[in-house]
């Protein structure tokens, strides 16, 4: 079986989902990694000590933005070229643009947001959550099309690089059109927190923190142990947060080592974004809350009292 993991990168460097790809269970396959974009030969090393037998790079100012439709053009047309059983991306804003492309444009099947793939003797199975998350189902690949796979970040832990490890190397020549949209701007969100999509751990406040100044309490311990914070939709509407730290449904899917929810009740479409988090810890005043269904660990108390005792004990821990 031939494997493609396209890899994402920035400011020259591999993304953490992207070497989390490494770590699923290709078992015998034969694995090729594809960079695309300009200047991307330095990802070439990275990509061969993470285990790709062989690293394709697509080198091209017309890619050094990586808009969905010059990368998909570009990896469309390498994807032809190589014949691979299966695509494998990370499922983040870049993955989930360009799979269904890439899915549509090469007639290929497709399954994402994948939290489980077997790639078991030649046949590829996958699971993913359904219904907000309240059932998952298991998906198989029934003939031999292309196989199209995004993969939820933080679903596997990535391996150790091994230095001793090389990937054979070669340049991939892709004729590309003129292009029907151009990046003019990428204006910076102005957070220095991790993104909830990436960090390993996240401190989530919810309603109950009551304004956006209030929300001090859970970023002082976030800034404690290296989280990111997020928010549940109740407290975005409510003008405390930005949209962009909202957890579920309508907001980010997250899946990290730790989710600390804190005042929050634990409705379906929060659940729906956190709940294949490895540990949940609720804090609440109330012991119904639905929140402690999905927790590991729960402490029924009042935030305002329990965060800032958290925070002081990180802090002790860290030493300041
Ligand atoms: C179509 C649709 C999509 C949605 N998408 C999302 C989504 O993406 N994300 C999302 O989060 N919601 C989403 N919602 C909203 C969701 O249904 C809930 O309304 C929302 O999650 C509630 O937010 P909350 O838990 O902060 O607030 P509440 O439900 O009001 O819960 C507050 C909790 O705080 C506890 N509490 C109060 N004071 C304290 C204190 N001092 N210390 C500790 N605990 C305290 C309370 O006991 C309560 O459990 C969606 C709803 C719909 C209809």
């Not at 269904?100 to 078991?120: E, F, S």
């Not at 190397?169 to 004729?175: L, Y």
Request: glycine share 10%; charged share 20%; proline share 5%.
């Amino acid at each position: 079986m031939k494997i493609l993991v396209i890899a994402e990168h920035k400011n020259g460097a591999l993304s953490e989902a992207t070497r989390e790809l490494f770590g699923l269970p290709f078992g015998q396959a034969e694995v090729h990694a594809v960079a695309a974009g300009e200047g991307v030969e330095p990802l070439a090393a990275s990509l061969g000590q993470l285990g790709a037998a062989k690293v394709h790079l697509i080198d091209s100012p017309v890619l050094a933005d990586g808009t969905g439709e010059s990368l998909d053009q570009a990896i469309g047309q390498f994807i032809e070229q190589l014949a691979p059983d299966a695509v494998v991306v990370a499922h983040t804003p870049l993955g989930k643009d360009l799979a269904p492309r890439l899915a549509a444009a090469l007639d290929a099947a497709l399954a994402t947001d994948c939290i489980q793939v077997n790639l078991d003797g030649g046949e590829v199975t996958v699971r993913r959550p359904v219904y907000a998350g309240k059932a998952t189902a298991e998906v198989e690949f029934t003939d031999d099309s292309l196989k199209v796979i995004t993969v939820r970040p933080r679903t596997v832990k990535a391996p150790e690089p091994d230095a001793a490890r090389s990937a054979e190397v070669a340049t991939v020549a892709v004729e590309l059109p003129e292009q029907k949209t151009a990046l003019r701007e990428i204006l910076a969100g102005g957070n220095e927190r991790p993104d909830v999509t990436e960090a390993a751990i996240i401190v989530t406040g919810g309603r109950s923190l009551g304004s956006a100044e209030n929300f001090s309490v859970i970023e002082d311990f976030a800034d404690s142990i290296g989280a990111a914070v997020g928010s549940s939709r109740a407290a975005v509407d409510a003008g405390y947060r930005p949209y962009r730290d909202q957890v579920g449904q309508t907001g980010k899917v997250v899946s990290p080592q730790v989710y600390i929810a804190c005042g929050v009740s634990g409705a379906i479409q929060h659940l729906a974004g956190m709940r294949t988090s490895k540990h949940i810890v609720a804090i609440n005043t109330d012991p119904e809350a639905p929140i402690f269904q999905v927790a590991d660990y729960g402490i029924v108390g009042d935030l305002f009292e329990i965060v800032p005792l958290l925070a002081e004990a990180a802090k002790n821990r860290n030493g300041n």
